[in-house]
């Protein structure tokens, strides 16, 4: 039976049918599909090639729907395979299966207590990272070269995995780094893989920061990228149950979580399994009202530091990043509001160079001699010592 025959309302049923079926299936793509968006966008194209053959007078318009349809498929399709390569791996050498991080209220995500994390990298079966990360009582990573007692002076270091030091050993970041070089000074690395400025800011609030130290700290150190911009709003896929902060009367406010809403909750976890939009949409939603309000927490936490402990000096070290097109206003936010702010590629110049020496290959995170040139800077220029 030639489709010219068909009766409108069989076409219509033909049609809308093979909808309600893609519909049916959908969830089911969702739940147990790598690559749902992709599979979806090919049963669209389909589906629009379907159309354009039982429609004839709106065929060649169809065609070119599915023609986008299929491009997004095959797009999705080329970006979770080049994800895929990257086999992250992180296993807990004291309780195997257990999770490297907890739910948080105050800071939505937190390193488990008293735990160590054996963290690899492998690319086509070629070794990049295999670093072991040791978390103390209080979750935070340790410091093993902090020698500090009761009564020595205390330093504290905040941000994200830069901080933290994804890829490198106990001894080899940061924080250790500085310690090394500080005998006698108590240092605190509360960073964590993925935390933005927002988490700086909660840790104060609650006074956890006071609670910790074993002295009022003398030095905050807070080190930052422009990606952090993107994690006060939510725009990137780890970062939808991070504390909320929104601007008010020149400051800024907590306003519980970024995963309170329903959107949040049920619709955005969705959003974020394509890659398209993970990777491509999402790093450009960010925008001035953002760089305002990263800029205001960072503002709002120096303002915090200085309340809490009057002797304490806040400093950012800043990496600018050139190709990153949120690094110019950020900083010039930060300068604006008087933060100490530290420039690690125009102070530290050979940091410029962005070869494996300097960033750890298929990783992207700073190398045990990138920390050890950024501890001396710190060392020199921020704790005054030799």
């Not at 080049?82 to 991080?101: A, F, N």
């Not at 020595?152 to 970041?173: L, P």
């Not at 420039?343 to 990138?370: A, M, R, W």
Request: hydrophobic residues 40%; aromatic residues 10%; charged residues 20%.
């Amino acid at each position: 039976m030639s489709v010219q025959n068909w009766s409108a309302r069989f076409r219509w049923t033909t049609v809308l049918g093979s909808l309600v079926l893609m519909g049916a299936i959908t969830p089911f793509i969702f739940a147990g599909g790598t690559c749902p968006f992709g599979i979806l966008g090919l049963f669209l194209a389909l589906w629009c090639l379907w159309i354009g053959f039982v429609f004839r007078r709106i065929g060649w318009w169809a065609i070119q729907l599915a023609a986008v349809m299929l491009a997004l498929s095959v797009g999705e399709a080329l970006l979770t395979y080049r994800h895929s390569i990257k086999q992250l791996s992180y296993e807990d050498l004291d309780v195997p299966g257990r999770s490297r991080k907890v739910a948080s209220e105050l800071l939505g995500l937190a390193p488990f207590p008293n735990q160590r994390i054996r963290h690899t990298l492998r690319v086509r079966n070629r070794l990049f990272v295999d670093a072991v990360y040791t978390i103390n009582e209080f979750g935070l990573r340790v410091v093993p070269s902090s020698q500090g007692g009761p009564g020595d002076a205390t330093i504290v270091f905040m941000g994200c995995s830069f901080t933290y030091g994804i890829g490198v050993q106990d001894d080899e970041t940061l924080p250790d780094q500085v310690a090394a070089r500080s005998p006698g000074t108590n240092v605190l690395n509360f960073a964590f893989g993925g935390y933005g400025p927002q988490q700086m800011l909660a840790n104060l609030e609650s006074g956890r920061v006071a609670q910790i130290c074993p002295t009022p700290p003398r030095k905050v150190i807070f080190q930052m990228i422009p990606d952090h911009v993107r994690r006060v709003r939510g725009w990137v896929n780890f970062a939808i149950n991070f504390p909320r902060y929104v601007q008010h009367e020149g400051g800024v406010r907590r306003e519980g979580n970024l995963n309170d809403s329903w959107w949040s909750q049920v619709v955005m976890p969705h959003v974020w399994k394509s890659m398209i939009f993970d990777r491509v949409v999402a790093p450009r939603m960010a925008g001035a009202t953002d760089v305002d309000l990263a800029a205001a927490i960072v503002q709002q936490s120096a303002e915090e530091i200085s309340r809490q402990f009057p002797d304490c000096e806040f400093h950012v070290l800043f990496w600018n990043h050139p190709d990153e097109r949120l690094a110019i206003p950020l900083r010039r936010k930060l300068e604006e509001a008087g933060i100490h702010l530290h420039s690690v590629e125009e102070q530290i110049p050979e940091l410029q160079n962005t070869g494996e020496k300097y960033k750890i290959p298929q990783d992207g995170h700073p190398t045990p001699e990138t920390n050890r040139l950024l501890a001396e800077y710190v060392c020199r220029e921020i704790l005054g010592e030799p």
